[in-house]
């Protein structure tokens, strides 16, 4: 069992580095063939300087020569520097800035989403068809409908602008809490969704009936019994969740002014700036295969009963 | 260019990609370039010529000449310019920013750079504004946006600089900051003048190091070098050796007609010509002058990263950066000079910019107090802005203009129209069906101004003494006119007037209906954005009465930039900002070979 296990995980990490791969190939193509390059500008600069600053950052080059020097780099994770920055800055130290707020905004989010959503599904199921169960479901349904700029947006207006009792910019702990609760809530609320619906699945089902009948206590039957199984959707589910939102979110993000890696990717393509692009598509494809992997091994392990292929 | 070296498979590609997104590629066709533009040179006054022995050639003139010579040649180009009818200005730029009513001792270049160093917020000198986002790049060689021109204005100061103006918030005049002052002399027999700027004595960077004559001499000439390759490089191509500099990509080759003397404390500068904008440019960012040692590695190689480490972001102007975030959503700090010569005049004890681009977190910042200015504003909030703080509320004149552009190549209605002079007819007539003053009443919103020419309001010409503004004296009858009337109550006539237009070029109309019937529709490029779209949705509106038809089309802006400049489009939305108060920063760009020259004219 061990074995076929590790052969599993094996097989998921080669055929992840290919997708890495087939990642960087369209990516390199796909972004030279946006018009307009790194030095477009309102103010256009002189044919001669353009040619100087495509040599500085290689451009002259053939595309594919560009290509397999890039090859090269980014599999040992060298991004190169931003074009932008004109040279000052390494993407790599651009990830890494940018990732401190959006890994620790979209953790904190996704941990609130996990807890709360788990618990509030549960609740929902257990207390099913009473006032409890149909306010958690209304108030759940509202989250997933609303979409994250309009929730922001009201809760900057009241607690930034009416109140004043929160700062309008995410950078201290303070400044945490509207951005994390935003993020938090749309994953919140599915968890909350699809707790309730396998766990009233679980419920049903004949060996919870066995549990009871053999006398085990209602506290047992919900930890031992049931809640294992009614969280199989839900690990599922969290996998590429935490990747999504650890990945910023654009709205989020520009709403409450964080330095987070959702607008500095957008403003990568806009500002056509190659290595920054690159560099953040592969650690972004990185990050969500990686946690993809994670959760279909954890899927595996709370739930044996899945066969591996 | 980039797409030649991609694989054949790629090309097509990427040619069906540009093709889906721009159209039909407009073919070139007959009236290419047709010799009818007129010009009068050396008193000799000669027609239909072509572009370049037109236009080009005045342009050619504006160079050699100074004084009110070269302003009535500045408005001769002007002149052929508006002739082609591919330009339709709307308004002159503005300027809007919110800014704390207890903010006292603020002031702005006219470029739009902001001054916060004299200024306190009520009794405090310790205080955050935010005049933009993170910048690509604060060396003053290689800025050359506004926000970033702000930063380095603070920490970096020229020979001259902006005075602060008496009453008022824009500057109007420069004064002596690292000179003392200037003597001019005629140089040789081709019109060459000489510059000898006397430094201050006690000069010194932020460092306690002296700063000498030749630290502005080298540091020109790196700006203006092959080997940096900054946007503003062209910025010295009025002084004596730039094409050298310029070409040099190995060195920072000395400009040859700047020379540094350490031990008088002089800086010679001499001019290809007596350009009247010279003094101001020595107030510029890219004159800044920086400490050699600082922007270089060991080795001699530039260190693209000196301006982001405080210790090595070493300036002369009144205030140091301390420390420096710069991200969306971090922040500059910046605390006085004490090696500063003007002191005295210094107010702040710390300054903070913030960075966001965010102009809605901007405005809640505001509000709340915690930024006491932001330099944009959303545009749906002018209004109610403009109502609740009235004093908050700033519009300011901004060098620039919004404009409407016509690729002269375009062969949209080359089945209807003969000829080049018929599509100016053309060109012109939709020009006048549009109502600026609506547009920048209901649209616009920030004060603007309608245009009736190109050249932007508040750029002055000085005709021996005399200094006046350009656009009193604009149009063919230089009596300020402009091209077109622009009056509240001439949008009839003009309407009117271009009815008859479109008729003599043979489009059939019908009066009852008060519409033309055979008119093909025209794409319209804008880049995608509300305020764009707004002008782009007014301009459909008010042709359509009379049966012209505009398709829109949206560009993510690099997309547009390109498009545009590759004269893939019919019409397009255009803008300009002058880099400095002279006519010729918004003529120059339209001869034949300028990266700027998106009408396509003469190509």
């Known amino acids: 069992m061990n074995k076929k296990l590790a052969f599993y995980i094996l097989k998921r990490v080669l055929l992840a580095f290919l997708t890495i791969i087939i990642v960087i190939t369209v990516t390199f193509f796909a972004v030279q063939l946006i018009p307009g390059g790194p030095f477009t500008s309102e103010k256009a600069v002189s044919p001669e300087t353009l040619a100087r600053l495509e040599k500085m950052y290689g451009l002259d080059k053939p595309i594919f020569i560009q290509y397999i020097n890039y090859l090269g780099h980014a599999l040992i994770f060298d991004f190169g520097y931003s074009i932008k920055s004109r040279g000052a800055v390494t993407v790599g130290s651009i990830i890494a800035d940018r990732m401190q707020y959006s890994a620790a905004i979209g953790l904190i989010a996704a941990f609130i989403a996990i807890i709360i959503g788990v618990a509030l599904g549960s609740l929902a199921a257990y207390k099913h068809n009473t006032t409890t169960d149909r306010v958690i479901m209304v108030l759940s349904t509202a989250s997933v409908a609303m979409p994250s700029f309009i929730i922001s947006t009201i809760l900057l207006y009241l607690f930034c602008n009416v109140w004043q009792i929160l700062p309008a910019n995410g950078f201290d702990w303070r400044g945490y809490i509207l951005p994390t609760f935003t993020l938090s809530l749309y994953p919140m609320a599915y968890i909350t969704r699809l707790t309730r619906s396998s766990t009233l699945d679980v419920l049903g089902s004949d060996y919870i009936r066995t549990a009871y009948a053999k006398g085990s206590s209602f506290s047992r039957v919900l930890y031992k019994h049931s809640l294992r199984n009614s969280l199989t959707p839900v690990i599922t589910y969290a996998g590429p969740m935490i990747a999504f939102i650890v990945t910023g979110s654009l709205v989020v993000e520009k709403i409450y002014g964080i330095p987070g890696i959702g607008r500095e990717f957008v403003a990568s393509i806009t500002n056509r700036d190659y290595p920054e692009v690159m560099g953040l598509t592969i650690f972004l494809t990185y990050l969500v295969v990686i946690m993809v992997l994670v959760s279909d091994i954890l899927y595996k392990v709370v739930n044996p009963r899945v066969e591996l292929e | 260019m980039k797409f030649k070296?991609?694989?054949?498979?790629?090309?097509?590609?990427?040619?069906?990609?540009?093709?889906?997104?721009?159209?039909?590629?407009?073919?070139?066709?007959?009236?290419?370039?047709?010799?009818?533009?007129?010009?009068?040179?050396?008193?000799?006054?000669?027609?239909?010529?072509?572009?370049?022995?037109?236009?080009?050639?005045?342009?050619?003139?504006?160079?050699?000449?100074?004084?009110?010579?070269?302003?009535?040649?500045?408005?001769?180009?002007?002149?052929?310019?508006?002739?082609?009818?591919?330009?339709?200005?709307?308004?002159?730029?503005?300027?809007?920013?919110?800014?704390?009513?207890?903010?006292?001792?603020?002031?702005?270049?006219?470029?739009?750079?902001?001054?916060?160093?004299?200024?306190?917020?009520?009794?405090?000198?310790?205080?955050?504004?935010?005049?933009?986002?993170?910048?690509?790049?604060?060396?003053?060689?290689?800025?050359?946006?506004?926000?970033?021109?702000?930063?380095?204005?603070?920490?970096?100061?020229?020979?001259?600089?902006?005075?602060?103006?008496?009453?008022?918030?824009?500057?109007?005049?420069?004064?002596?900051?690292?000179?003392?002052?200037?003597?001019?002399?005629?140089?040789?027999?081709?019109?060459?003048?000489?510059?000898?700027?006397?430094?201050?004595?006690?000069?010194?960077?932020?460092?306690?190091?002296?700063?000498?004559?030749?630290?502005?001499?080298?540091?020109?000439?790196?700006?203006?070098?092959?080997?940096?390759?900054?946007?503003?490089?062209?910025?010295?191509?009025?002084?004596?050796?730039?094409?050298?500099?310029?070409?040099?990509?190995?060195?920072?080759?000395?400009?040859?007609?700047?020379?540094?003397?350490?031990?008088?404390?002089?800086?010679?500068?001499?001019?290809?010509?007596?350009?009247?904008?010279?003094?101001?440019?020595?107030?510029?960012?890219?004159?800044?002058p920086v400490k050699l040692a600082n922007v270089q590695k060991a080795d001699g190689s530039e260190d693209d990263a000196w301006w982001l480490d405080p210790a090595k972001y070493i300036g002369n102007g009144p205030l140091k950066v301390t420390s420096i975030d710069n991200k969306e959503g971090g922040k500059i700090e910046f605390a006085p000079n004490a090696n500063y010569w003007d002191n005295a005049n210094t107010k702040v004890t710390k300054l903070t910019f913030a960075l966001t681009d965010d102009?809605?977190?901007?405005?809640?910042?505001?509000?709340?107090?915690?930024?006491?200015?932001?330099?944009?504003?959303?545009?749906?909030?002018?209004?109610?802005?403009?109502?609740?703080?009235?004093?908050?509320?700033?519009?300011?004149?901004?060098?620039?203009?919004?404009?409407?552009?016509?690729?002269?190549?375009?062969?949209?209605?080359?089945?209807?129209?003969?000829?080049?002079?018929?599509?100016?007819?053309?060109?012109?007539?939709?020009?006048?069906?549009?109502?600026?003053?609506?547009?920048?009443?209901?649209?616009?919103?920030?004060?603007?101004?309608?245009?009736?020419?190109?050249?932007?309001?508040?750029?002055?010409?000085?005709?021996?003494?005399?200094?006046?503004?350009?656009?009193?004296?604009?149009?063919?009858?230089?009596?300020?006119?402009?091209?077109?009337?622009?009056?509240?109550?001439?949008?009839?006539?003009?309407?009117?007037?271009?009815?008859?237009?479109?008729?003599?070029?043979?489009?059939?109309?019908?009066?009852?209906?008060?519409?033309?019937?055979?008119?093909?529709?025209?794409?319209?490029?804008?880049?995608?954005?509300?305020?764009?779209?707004?002008?782009?949705?007014?301009?459909?509106?008010?042709?359509?009465?009379?049966?012209?038809?505009?398709?829109?089309?949206?560009?993510?802006?690099?997309?547009?930039?390109?498009?545009?400049?590759?004269?893939?489009?019919?019409?397009?939305?255009?803008?300009?900002?002058?880099?400095?108060?002279?006519a010729c920063s918004f003529l120059d760009m339209w001869t034949t070979n300028s990266g700027n020259n998106d009408a396509q004219f003469g190509r």
């Open chain 2, 5 to 288: 070296r991609l694989p054949k498979v790629l090309v097509l590609v990427s040619v069906g990609a540009i093709s889906a997104c721009s159209g039909s590629l407009p073919s070139r066709t007959a009236h290419k370039d047709e010799a009818i533009y007129s010009a009068t040179i050396d008193g000799v006054k000669r027609d239909n010529l072509t572009w370049a022995n037109a236009y080009d050639a005045v342009i050619a003139k504006t160079k050699a000449t100074s004084g009110a010579e070269r302003n009535e040649y500045l408005h001769q180009a002007e002149d052929i310019l508006m002739s082609t009818g591919a330009i339709a200005p709307i308004y002159y730029y503005t300027d809007i920013f919110m800014k704390s009513a207890d903010m006292d001792g603020f002031y702005s270049s006219p470029l739009g750079y902001k001054f916060f160093h004299r200024a306190t917020v009520g009794s405090s000198t310790d205080y955050t504004v935010c005049v933009g986002p993170k910048g690509d790049s604060y060396d003053p060689a290689k800025n050359s946006a506004v926000d970033g021109a702000i930063v380095i204005s603070h920490v970096f100061e020229g020979l001259y600089r902006w005075a602060k103006p008496a009453s008022g918030d824009i500057a109007a005049d420069l004064e002596p900051a690292q000179a003392t002052g200037f003597e001019k002399v005629a140089v040789g027999s081709e019109g060459h003048v000489k510059y000898t700027f006397t430094l201050r004595s006690d000069a010194k960077y932020s460092d306690g190091s002296a700063l000498k004559p030749s630290d502005f001499a080298n540091s020109w000439a790196r700006a203006a070098s092959g080997k940096l390759g900054a946007d503003y490089g062209y910025m010295f191509d009025c002084v004596v050796g730039y094409e050298a500099t310029a070409a040099d990509e190995d060195k920072y080759l000395p400009l040859s007609g700047v020379t540094a003397d350490d031990n008088a404390g002089t800086l010679e500068v001499e001019l290809i010509s007596d350009v009247p904008y010279f003094l101001e440019l020595t107030a510029f960012p890219t004159y800044a």
């Open chain 2, 359 to 582: 102009d809605n977190n901007q405005l809640t910042n505001y509000n709340s107090g915690a930024y006491k200015f932001i330099d944009s504003v959303p545009n749906e909030q002018i209004d109610s802005l403009k109502a609740s703080k009235p004093n908050e509320f700033k519009i300011n004149g901004q060098l620039g203009t919004y404009y409407v552009i016509f690729n002269v190549n375009d062969n949209t209605l080359n089945k209807k129209l003969a000829n080049e002079s018929q599509y100016v007819t053309f060109r012109k007539a939709l020009s006048l069906l549009i109502d600026r003053n609506y547009v920048c009443k209901n649209i616009g919103k920030a004060g603007q101004e309608p245009a009736n020419t190109f050249v932007g309001k508040g750029i002055m010409e000085n005709n021996d003494g005399v200094l006046s503004e350009w656009t009193t004296r604009s149009g063919v009858n230089r009596d300020g006119s402009g091209y077109f009337k622009v009056g509240e109550n001439d949008y009839e006539a003009n309407c009117a007037e271009a009815v008859e237009m479109l008729k003599s070029l043979g489009f059939k109309y019908n009066e009852k209906k008060g519409s033309f019937s055979d008119i093909p529709t025209i794409k319209y490029l804008y880049n995608t954005s509300s305020g764009h779209k707004a002008i782009a949705e007014y301009l459909q509106a008010a042709f359509k009465p009379y049966g012209i038809k505009l398709k829109l089309e949206s560009q993510e802006w690099a997309t547009f930039l390109n498009t545009r400049k590759d004269g893939n489009y019919s019409i397009a939305r255009n803008g300009w900002l002058a880099d400095y108060n002279d």
